[in-house]
């Protein structure tokens, strides 16, 4: 799973050679928005999708942060039923 998301990110190839449904498919990954913060950062002089790709990963750390909570919050509740 984290190769196909490493892979589909751009960390592998650059996502422009990929044919167009792949590219498509490439953006439901955070990992596509981290790979190219930092090709942006260490390649061009502007960033200007910066704040696009900030909010995408800002947004999906705080969804997993709420995920895992509430998964522990539930696995703690049957423990403790047991």
Not at 2 to 14: P, Q, R, Y
Not at 47 to 70: C, F, K, Y
Request: avoid cysteine; proline fraction near 5%; glycine fraction near 10%.
């Amino acid at each position: 799973v984290a190769s196909a998301s490493f892979l589909l990110g751009g960390g592998f190839t650059t996502i422009a050679f990929l044919p167009p449904v792949i590219q498509h498919i490439a953006t439901v990954f955070p990992s596509y928005y981290a790979v190219e913060g930092l090709r942006e950062a260490l390649f061009y002089a502007d960033m200007p999708t910066l704040g696009r790709n900030l909010a995408v990963l800002i947004a999906t750390g705080v969804l997993s942060l709420l995920a895992g909570a509430w998964m522990l919050a539930r696995s703690r509740g049957s423990l403790t039923a047991m």
